[in-house]
T-cell receptor, first 113, second 119 residues
């Protein structure tokens, strides 16, 4: 069975600070990795995804994530956060047959203006 | 394109009552998912349909939860009878195959969810 761990449950940053949210997964085979974001009052939206190739993937709104296979990690980063990045961020993994997504517990980010 | 539609958005019931949620996926999406998201946790898959057939329902508590997608389009999820621990947001998602850089992948689109409170 696959599982996903997000180590930071709550993060508070000031605007322009750099962001890194941790995500580790457990699955022995080939995985597809995702970060979803949920802004206050809105739906879950796909932020970025990794399937193969360059382990550094870029998503919307200046976010990027790096897949490090040896560490089973897929950390999300942004060099300079904005107040509008306040949201909850979910890491998810899809491994094995089918398209089942396993989500981490989420990280709630608050950016202070 | 129109997104995934869900109704109702909010529902409050007492324990042992029954409740049903409805989902209309994005047009043309063959795969439909129901997730349960308990406060403070990530979404957990309950059931996955491919057209009108069940692909995975291993995490669906079948003694009280049921779901159907009779015509392969919209779907209903029912809880009967509800327990206090069923209080959660129930998310519906649908997906289609997409191509990027020569690879095909399956991207899930989520609806707004139904927030269920069981008293």
């Amino acid at each position: 069975a696959q599982s996903v761990s997000q180590h930071n449950h709550h993060v508070i940053l000031s605007e322009a600070a750099s962001l890194e949210l941790g995500c580790n997964y457990s699955y022995g085979g080939t995985v597809n990795l995702f970060w979803y974001v949920q802004y206050p009052g809105q739906h879950l939206q796909l932020l970025l995804k990794y399937f193969s190739g360059d382990p550094l993937v870029k998503g919307i709104k200046g976010f990027e994530a790096e897949f490090i296979k040896s560490k089973f990690s897929f950390n999300l980063r942004k060099p300079s956060v904005q107040w509008s990045d306040t949201a909850e961020y979910f890491c998810a993994v899809n491994g094995g047959a089918g398209n089942m997504l396993t989500f981490g517990g989420g990280t709630r980010l608050m950016v202070k203006p | 394109e129109a997104g995934v539609a869900q109704s109702p958005r909010y529902k409050i019931i007492e324990k042992r009552q029954s409740v049903a949620f409805w989902c209309n996926p994005i047009s043309g999406h063959a795969t439909l998912y129901w997730y349960q998201q308990i406060l403070g946790q990530g979404p957990k898959l309950l059931i996955q349909f491919q057209n009108n057939g069940v692909v995975d329902d291993s995490q669906l508590p079948k003694d009280r939860f049921s779901a159907e997608r009779l015509k392969g389009v919209d779907s209903t999820l029912k809880i009967q009878p509800a327990k206090l621990e069923d209080s959660a947001v129930y998310l519906c998602a649908s997906s289609s195959m997409r191509a990027s850089g020569g690879l095909e992948y399956n991207e899930q689109f989520f609806g707004p969810g139904t927030r269920l409170t069981v008293l």
